[in-house]
C-alpha cells in the first residue's frame, strides 16, 4: 500500500493515466455487457413476433379452408352449417 502511494507522489502522471485507462476499461465492459442485454431482447422480441405471424397465418388458412367449404353451399346449407356452429 506504502508503494501505490509512493508512486503515486513521486509520479502522479503515471498514476493518474492508469486510473484513467481503469475507469475507460470499466465504461467500456459496461457499454459490452449492455449492447449484449439489448441484442437478447431484440432476439427475444422477434421470437415472440415470429411466434404471433405463425399463429396469424394459421388462423388465415383455417378461415380460408372455411370459405372454400361454404363457397360451395347454396344458402340454405350454409345457414344450416352455420346454426350447428353457433348452438
Avoid at 405463425?54 to 346449407?77: C, F, K, T, V, Y
Amino acid at each position: 500500500m506504502s508503494d501505490l502511494i509512493a508512486i503515486l507522489f513521486t509520479n502522479p502522471t503515471g498514476a493518474l493515466v492508469g486510473i484513467g485507462a481503469f475507469i475507460a476499461a470499466a465504461i467500456a465492459a459496461f457499454f459490452k455487457i449492455r449492447s449484449g442485454g439489448a441484442k437478447a431482447e431484440r432476439a427475444k422480441q422477434m421470437k415472440a413476433q415470429l411466434a404471433a405471424k405463425e399463429d396469424q397465418l394459421e388462423m388465415h388458412r383455417e378461415a380460408d379452408a372455411i370459405l372454400r367449404g361454404n363457397a360451395a353451399l347454396s344458402d340454405a346449407e350454409a345457414r344450416a352449417k352455420a346454426g350447428r356452429r353457433l348452438g
